[in-house]
């Protein structure tokens, strides 16, 4: 299991939209749904590694496929 560095927030959310999520709510962090999963990602640069790796878990995506939707 690679490890995911830590990103741009906006790099996450193009990333997250490309795995089928879409934006709901955006104020201090960034909310985002695909009908079954609530995402929520802070608004600060980088979102640190520990902090992504927990979204793309509850994303339901691996590592992997989140490093090749960067």
């Known amino acids: 299991m690679g ?4 990103i741009n ?3 996450a959310v193009r990333a ?3 795995a089928g999520f ?3 709510r955006q104020r201090k962090h960034i909310v985002m749904s695909d009908g079954f999963r609530v995402l929520t ?3 600060h640069n980088p979102v640190y590694a520990h902090t992504m ?3 793309v878990h ?3 995506l ?6 090749k939707l960067l």
């Open 22 to 24: 879409s934006i709901i």
């Open 41 to 43: 990602i802070p608004r």
């Open 58 to 60: 509850d994303a339901g």
């Open 3 to 6: 490890r995911i560095p830590g």
């Open 62 to 67: 691996t590592h992997r496929e989140f490093k």
């Open 9 to 11: 927030h906006l790099a």
């Open 16 to 18: 997250l939209q490309r």
């Open 53 to 55: 790796a927990g979204i």
